[in-house]
């Protein structure tokens, strides 16, 4: 079963960069599709980005100018950057297994999620 | 972009009702990728049904998803206690990926 762990600084301060990683065990990182989704608090699900074990990545278009998406699969982890960070941008953020389907894929496992809250 | 409008915004029950989540899309998707997940408060979304009707692994065949088009339904047949959560749809037919905002099952 595989099993997906966010890492990263709980707080960090406006106009700074965001660095999460996500560390994969139970299973290789080659094959699926790995994704960030965000939470704020008390909110709904925000998509963020995709990056696949070949290296290829897909941003949501709100965020896009914003964030780096990228995968280490010699370690088994995929990590995200945001930079310019705002309060807008506190919430829980989760990394996430995409299991493919013909021309796309779905969210099938998910980590536990990580607090980020951004504050001077 | 394309947009998931959820209702009702909450659904009162008891255990041991039907429930009954509506799902429609601002245009149409295939069925094949549409998504209901669950999510209970402190824990990440689950997976429940993909392609519109197929149930993910372990989940309880009380759980039924249906739909095509613009118009999808998550349907739980007789509430559980475990059951009471929010309960998100997600379209992965065209990026980006999009959920809708969540329809809570409360107990009544």
């Known amino acids: 079963q595989v099993q997906l762990q966010e890492s990263g600084p709980g707080l960090v301060k406006p106009s700074e960069t965001l660095s999460l990683t996500c560390s994969v065990s139970g299973g290789s990182i080659n094959t699926y599709f790995w994704s960030w989704i965000r939470q704020p608090p008390g909110k709904g699900l925000e998509w963020i980005a995709y990056v696949h074990h070949s290296g290829s990545t897909d941003y949501n278009p709100s965020l896009k100018s914003r964030i780096t998406i990228s995968v280490d699969t010699s370690k088994n982890q995929f990590s995200l950057k945001m930079n310019s960070v705002t309060t807008a941008d506190t919430a829980v953020y989760f990394c996430v297994r995409g299991q493919p389907v013909t021309g796309s894929y779905y969210f099938d496992s998910w980590g536990q999620g990580t607090l980020v809250t951004v504050s001077s | 972009e394309i947009v998931l409008t959820q209702s009702p915004g909450t659904l009162s029950l008891s255990p041991g009702e039907r429930a009954t989540l509506s799902c429609r899309a601002s245009?149409?998707?295939?069925?094949?990728?549409l998504a209901w997940y669950q999510q209970k408060p402190g824990q990440p979304p689950r997976l429940l049904i993909y392609g519109a009707s197929s149930r993910a692994t372990g989940i309880p065949d009380r759980f039924s998803g249906s739909g095509s088009g613009t118009d999808f339904t998550l349907t739980i047949s007789r509430l559980e206690p475990e059951d009471f959560a929010v309960y998100y749809c997600?379209?992965?037919?065209?990026?980006?990926?999009?959920f809708g905002q969540g329809t809570k099952v409360e107990i009544k």
């Open positions: 245009q149409s998707i295939s069925s094949r990728y």
């Open positions: 997600q379209q992965y037919a065209n990026s980006p990926w999009t």
